[in-house]
C-alpha cells in the first residue's frame, strides 16, 4: 500500500490500545514476512481496525515498521535495567544479555519483527545505525566494568569488543536458523567460546566458558518450546 491519505479521525476504540493492537499485529507479520510482501490490509485484518485508525497513528507502512523497531528498542532497554542483570559481574551480564535477547529472538514476535525490520529497513533514516550504536555503547561499559573486575585484558579496546559481538550476533542471524532453537542457541555458545580467547583475561577463561555452557543449557530448554510456525 501507499503512503496514507490526509486521515486524522479519532479511532473507536482508546488511542493508547489501539495502537499497541497494531503494533502487535505489525509485528506478527513483519515477524512471519519479509517487509516487502506485508500488506497493510492484513495488519488491518488481524488488529481489528479501521483504515482510519490505523493511519491517525501511522502515516506509512515505513513508520509503522519504525514504529515496532522502536518499541522492541524500548521493551530490551527496560529488560535490561532490572536488577538481575545489574547485580551480575560484568561480562556474565553481557553473555546474559546475549542469550535473553536470542530466546526473544526465538519465540517473541515483536522481537524477531524488530531485527528483521531493522535490517530491512538498513540504513534509511539512521534508524539502524542509531539503535547499534546503542546497543555497542552498552556493550562497551560491560566491557569496561569487566575489566576493572578483571575479567577483561585491560590493554582490550572496549568499544572493539563490543562491536565485535554485536556484529557477531547480526551475522549469527543470518548464517544460522531461528526456527531451529538448539542449533541456533549451540552457535551462539560457539561464537562466544571463539571470541572470549581474544579479549578475555586467561586464568578466567575457563570459568567463562563454563558459564557459558551453563547459560547455554538454561536458554535451550527455555526457548525449545518456542517455534517460527507457533509465532
Known amino acids: 500500500m501507499t503512503d496514507a ?3 486524522r479521525t479519532e479511532p473507536d476504540r482508546p488511542a493508547d490500545g489501539t495502537r499497541l493492537s497494531i503494533l502487535q499485529s505489525a509485528a506478527h507479520q513483519f515477524a512471519n514476512k519479509a517487509y516487502s510482501q506485508v500488506n497493510l490490509d492484513d495488519i488491518l485484518d ?4 479501521t483504515k482510519g485508525a490505523l ?3 501511522f502515516r506509512s507502512k515505513h513508520e509503522l515498521a519504525s514504529a ?3 518499541y522492541r528498542a524500548d521493551e530490551a532497554t527496560d529488560l535490561f535495567a ?3 542483570f545489574q547485580s ?3 561480562l556474565e551480564s553481557m553473555v546474559e544479555m546475549c542469550f535473553v535477547i536470542a530466546v526473544d529472538d526465538i519465540g517473541s514476535q515483536m522481537a524477531r519483527a524488530g531485527f528483521n525490520l531493522l535490517e530491512a529497513l538498513g540504513r534509511f533514516d539512521g534508524l539502524q545505525a542509531r539503535l547499534v550504536a546503542s546497543w555497542v555503547t552498552s556493550f562497551a561499559e560491560l566491557v569496561g566494568r569487566a575489566a ?5 585484558d585491560t590493554d582490550v579496546d572496549h568499544t572493539d569488543v563490543a562491536k565485535l559481538v554485536v556484529s557477531l550476533y547480526m551475522g549469527l542471524r543470518q548464517a544460522s536458523d531461528l526456527d531451529d532453537p538448539t542449533t541456533y542457541l549451540h552457535d551462539l555458545a560457539a561464537m ?7 579479549f578475555v583475561d586467561a586464568r578466567r577463561l575457563d570459568y567463562l566458558t563454563a558459564f557459558v555452557r551453563r547459560r547455554t543449557a538454561l536458554a535451550i530448554r527455555n526457548a525449545v518450546p518456542f517455534r517460527a510456525d507457533e509465532l
Do not use: K, S, T
Open 148 to 152: 576493572a573486575e578483571g575479567d577483561v
Open 46 to 49: 488481524d488488529a481489528h481496525v
Open 88 to 90: 551480575l559481574p560484568a
Open 55 to 57: 493511519y491517525f497513528h
Open 82 to 84: 532490572q536488577p538481575h
Open 5 to 7: 491519505p490526509d486521515v
Open 68 to 70: 515496532v523497531v522502536e
Open 192 to 198: 562466544w567460546r571463539l571470541v572470549m580467547p581474544g
